[in-house]
């Protein structure tokens, strides 16, 4: 049985940062891509960044330089690592692999 298990969300500061990690089991997990999805209030799903089994990145445009996504083949694990934090970054961040499996989300909140 799979299972995407997000942790780090929180609420902080426009400018700020969050490490978001994602712990996954029951999975062969070198063999997946892995990446990460957000949810908006009001807004659809959207991918935020994505990293293959051997650490090609792939970032949407808004937060290419402000986010970071890396994946330890050896822990099972993915993070995202977000600076410059803002606003329109609130969101429900949701792990996922690219055999369809999510996690629960973890909610990350920008304000002042």
């Known amino acids: 049985q799979v299972q995407l298990v997000e942790s780090g969300g929180g609420l902080v500061q426009p400018g700020g940062s969050l490490r978001l990690s994602c712990a996954a089991s029951?999975?062969?997990?070198?063999?997946?891509?892995m990446a990460w999805y957000r949810q908006g209030p009001g807004k659809q799903r959207e991918l935020v960044a994505s990293?293959?089994?051997?650490?090609?990145?792939n970032y949407r445009g808004s937060v290419k330089g402000r986010f970071t996504i890396s994946r330890d083949n050896t822990k099972n694990t993915v993070t995202l690592q977000m600076n410059d934090l803002q606003r329109e970054d609130t969101a429900v961040y949701y792990c996922?692999?690219?055999?369809?499996?999510w996690g629960q989300g973890t909610q990350v909140t920008v304000s002042s």
């Open positions: 996922s692999n690219s055999a369809g499996s």
């Open positions: 029951g999975i062969i997990f070198k063999l997946y891509a």
């Open positions: 990293i293959t089994g051997a650490g090609s990145t």
